[in-house]
Every structure is written in C-alpha cells, then in structure tokens.
C-alpha cells in the first residue's frame, strides 16, 4: 500500500501506480480535503455541537453563561405558542403533501402517455413555477390574496378574507407550497416512470391486466423508491419552512404566531438575545425530523412487506 | 359473407377504439392546459402589474395594464435607497458562495473517490451521518461568532456559512466514482501532478455534475431569506430577498406599493428564468440527480 499512489475504483483492486514513494502522494488526498472539512469543522459541526452545549445554558450573548439543565429544553415545551407553531408546521406538511405528490405523479403519467405528444414543451411549462424565486412569489400569492384589491376577489366581486381569516390563511400557505412545489416534483416522477423499461408494464397488459392494475402493480411499486425518497425529503423540508408562510402572511415582517411556523420561535428567541433557548427549539426541531423520519420508513416498509 | 361481417365488425371495433382514444387524448391535453394556465397565471400577474401604474392595480389588479408605464422599475433604481443595490448583493452572494462550494466541495469529492488514505471513511461517514442535522440549528452560534468577529451586516458572514456543502460532496463523489481512472493513471504516468489531476482530468469530465450541483446551489443562495434576515440589518447590505417584502408607499408608511414589489419580484427572479433558459435540461436534470442518490 505503501508502494505509491493508489488510485482505485469502486468494486475492483486499486491500482497501484508505480512510482518513487514522495511525500506529497501521501499528502495530497489530505490536502484535497482540508479546505472541506475545515469549512465544514468550523462553519456547521463546531456550531451544531456548541449549539447542543448552549441549549443547556442561559446564555445573553455578553457575560458568563448560567448552565439550567433541562430548562430551556421545558420551558420550550411549555410555552404555549410553541405547540401553536408545531400545530401550523405540521399542518402545512400534512396538509400539502398528499395533493403535492399526487398530483405530480399523475401529471408525470400523463405527460409520458402516449396520449400526449410534445413532451419537450410541458415539462419546460410545468416545472417553471419552481423558477421563480421564493419571495417572489409569497409575494405574489399575497396581491392575489388580498381583501380590498387582491386579484382573486376582484375577479369573482368577492370580500373574502384570505389573509386575515387564521383557517383560510393557512390553506393559502398549503396551496402556495403545491404551486410552487407540483413541477419539481413532476420532474423527477418522470425521470423516474421513464427509466421503467416500456417491456414490464406492456407484459402486464399482455397478460390481461387493465391498465389501472398496471399501474397499481406494476409501476406504482416499481415507483416505490421515489416515492420513499419524496415523502423523507419534503418532510424535512416542511418543518424547515419559513419563508412562504412568513413572507405571504406578514407585511414585510414575520407572521404573526397563529399560522408561523416552529423557525419562528428559534428567530424570536434569537432577537430577543435568548442564545440558549434558540438552540433548544433548534434541536427539538431536529429530533422531531428524525422521528419523523423514522416513523416513515416504517410505513412504507410495513406497506411494502403487506404488498409483498 | 361470414368474412364480410367479420370485416365491417372489426372496423367498428377500432374506430369506437379511434374515438376512445381521440376522446382520451382531448381529455388529456384539457387538464394539461387547464393545469398550465393555472400554474402560469400568478406569473402572468407578477409581469403584467409590473408594468402598471400603483393606482392601476388597485382597481385593475387581474388584467392586462391599460396604460403600460416602466414607471415601477425606474422606482427600484430611484427612490426607496435604490434596490439594485440589494439586487447586486444577492448576484455577489451567490456567485462567490456557488464557486467556492463548487470549488471545495470537487475538491474534497476527488479525493473521496480515487484515493485510498487512513481516516477516508470514517471521514466520509461522519459527513454524511451529519447531512441530516438541519442548518437552522447552528445559527445560534453563528450570529454569536459572527457578532464577536464583527461580522454582522457583512457579504462574508452571509457567504461562509454556505460554503461546505455535504450534499454536494456526495453528488459529486458518486458521478467521479464512475469515472474511470485509467485516465488518471495516463496522466500520472506522463508526470502530471497531482493538482493536474483533478483540475485538468477530473474537473472537466466531471463538468455535467458540478454544472447541476451549481445550480441547485445557486438556486438555494439566491433564494435564502431566513439567515439573511438574521444577520444583514441594514439595508445597504440586505440581498433582495429581504428588502423585497419590506418595500412601504414613502408618503403612507404602511401601504405596500404593488407595482414595485412586483418589479422587484421580476427582477428577483430574472436571473433563475436566464439560466433556466441557458440551460433548459441540465436545470432540470440537476433537480433529477439530486433526487436520484438515495
């Protein structure tokens, strides 16, 4: 091993090039690496371990730190506007993946069928909400929204509060994530139902199956990977979520509590110098993605063992 | 006879199957454009008010302007401080942070796949195991340090905490694993370096994937708004992101002037629609490779 520099590939004995044994070949792959791991050291562990020490201390940013043990970590759960805010967060996950996927799914089969011609045209089209920029279109959705002189209620001569209505307010955050998210999404079903060779679905439908048990045994499972991957990830994201909800809802500031989502506490905390008390909303944030998590690769290994 | 009828059935069965299918096909391209328009009208609102006159969109908001005026984009450049100020802080911010992720995260990523040194994995395991710890967590600490290194309201502290991406590294790794490295080995022997290595061998073959880590990067930069919000304060410094919800009638403190956020918006999202344009099916096959390493 010593011999030389070693340049391998994956599944096969690394090749060993010959050469003089120099100092730097031993160094370089380190030196390739430092400035990565470095940034990675200093800019994200460092602050995620120091930020886990903090959230046992009360802290003000100037002074000496108090440690409070659990107390932070209580208080959080306490405190009213907490359980408000986890309410909206997981309202809007729940709420909005279920249409998002669905409905990115099926625009995918129907955009691979052969029903549709000019599959170059329709995914450029259905992917470009995602193009706009994030507080773009917040913003957009709130002069759509508006009560006075919002577009929706000008076209149908309505008053509806949209925006200042609490419960209509949140389904508008719901329909904003599915806007914007539906093209994203509708772009990787498609990656996913064309790299289904056509031979096993037409093998279905020789044996005499209806096209919807074709879908339901054939391309759905064989889909069921993406799917896994799609419900993990937009759940990560969706207790991530700040900036639709804050910027649609508030004007030019943040949401007010009843719709916020659970980033809010962590940014209040933070403006009101509560060092220790931010990094516990942090970190119950994220124990609540991995249970998350956790809980959803359990369905979908229960639903596939049933299936199977 | 029997042949005849045989025949005339037969017809009759594949034009009822002719209009099933024309029928389906019609149905199906309805719900495309009906989902289409949908999807394109808030766009179509964004662009069309844009060019309006504030009082216009009051009583006109849903159509198409009735006196078209650039009135709203000579606002973003005039009054309200001159937000192209805030417009060129988000293309700064970017740029740099996507280079240097580009740049470190390559680097890192060619080492992980085509040398073998003591730590690699245990390395590589410690990144990956951490890439589901959300960054949100470590902002705490960070405005502490940045607030200590008198970073606040700094292009650097918005820039720095982007640079190591995990993500990226992982992406880039598994396309240079397939890269087969009898051209490195060439290139070794002829007496190339290592740097030579990865800047002229590794670098260029592996253009398709640092091209799609670039834009999903570029895309997450331009479009951050809560740490953003976090450490830029004042406005000469703010990226668009922030300023654009902010924008207040001068004169009537609280009302927002329509016609300028949606300029703003425009002008937000002009630069993703340009390299979105640029680059059509690496724009979305990037959103695909992403998506694709479980």
């Known amino acids: ?308 | 006879m029997m042949a005849q009828r045989i025949a005339t059935v037969k017809t009759h069965r594949t034009q009822t199957a002719w209009i099933r299918q024309r029928g389906q096909a019609v149905a199906a391209y309805a719900i495309l454009i009906v989902v289409v328009a949908l999807s394109m009208y808030p766009l179509f609102v964004m662009v069309l008010n844009s060019f309006k006159t504030d009082s216009e969109i009051n009583w006109n908001p849903a159509g198409l302007p009735e006196e078209w005026t650039l009135a709203s984009y000579a606002a973003i450049f005039e009054y309200h401080g001159g937000m192209w100020v805030n417009f060129l802080n988000s293309v700064i911010i970017a740029t740099i942070s996507t280079v240097l992720a580009v740049l470190l995260a390559s680097m890192a990523a060619f080492a992980f796949a085509k040398y073998e040194f003591r730590g690699r994995n245990v390395i590589f395991a410690l990144l990956l195991a951490t890439m589901m710890v959300p960054f949100e967590i470590t902002i705490p600490p960070l405005y502490i340090a940045f607030a200590k290194l008198g970073w606040l309201n700094t292009y650097q502290a918005m820039i720095v905490p982007t640079l190591a991406s995990a993500f990226g590294l992982f992406l880039i790794r598994q396309y240079m694993f397939s890269i087969p490295s009898a051209l490195l080995e060439a290139a070794h022997i002829d007496g190339a370096n290592h740097w030579q290595l990865y800047w002229q061998i590794m670098v260029p073959t592996a253009a398709p994937i640092l091209g799609a880590f670039a834009i999903l990067h570029f895309l997450g930069v331009w479009n951050s708004y809560l740490w953003p919000l976090v450490v830029a304060t004042e406005r000469a410094i703010q990226p668009i992101m922030v300023v654009l919800p902010t924008l207040r009638d001068p004169v009537i403190g609280f009302l927002p002037v329509w016609g300028t956020i949606m300029a703003g918006s425009v002008l937000a999202t002009l630069p993703i629609v340009v390299v979105f344009i640029v680059f059509q099916d690496r724009f979305m096959a990037s959103v695909v490779v992403g998506a694709i390493k479980e």
């Open chain 1, 1 to 308: 091993m010593k011999a030389g520099n070693v340049v391998s590939l994956p599944g096969q004995r690394a090749v060993v090039v010959r050469r003089r044994i120099r100092w730097g070949d031993t160094l370089a792959p380190y030196l390739f690496i430092a400035p990565f791991v470095i940034a990675w050291l200093t800019l994200f562990l460092g602050p995620a371990l120091y930020s886990l020490v903090l959230s046992f201390y009360r802290f003000k940013g100037y002074g000496t730190a108090t440690f409070v043990g659990w107390s932070n970590y209580s208080s959080t759960v306490q405190y009213h506007v907490f359980w408000t805010m986890l309410q909206n967060t997981v309202f809007y996950w729940l709420a909005h993946v279920i249409p998002l996927l669905v409905f990115a799914f099926l625009l995918a089969l129907l955009v691979r069928s052969d029903l549709v011609k000019g599959k170059r045209f329709w995914k450029p089209v259905i992917f470009l909400p995602n193009v706009i920029a994030v507080v773009a279109s917040a913003l957009v959705f709130q002069s759509l929204f508006g009560t006075q002189y919002g577009v929706i209620n000008t076209i149908f001569g309505t008053e509806v509060p949209w925006l200042q209505d609490t419960t209509l307010t949140r389904y508008i955050v719901v329909l904003l994530l599915v806007w914007r998210g539906v093209g994203w999404w509708f772009v990787i079903f498609l990656a996913g139902l064309t790299s289904i060779s056509p031979e096993v679905e037409e093998a279905a439908l020789v044996d005499g199956a209806s096209p919807w048990q074709q879908l339901l045994y054939v391309t759905l499972p064989l889909m069921r990977n993406t799917f896994l991957f799609a419900f993990v990830i937009d759940a990560i994201g969706s207790f991530r979520l700040f900036t639709e909800p804050n910027v649609l809802v508030s004007r030019g500031g943040i949401a007010p509590d009843a719709v916020a989502p659970l980033l809010n506490l962590l940014l209040g905390n933070l403006r009101d110098a509560r060092f220790g008390q931010a990094s516990a909303v942090g970190w119950l944030l994220f124990v609540i993605v991995v249970a998350v998590t956790f809980v959803q690769f359990r369905v979908f290994r229960e639903t596939t063992e049933e299936a199977e």
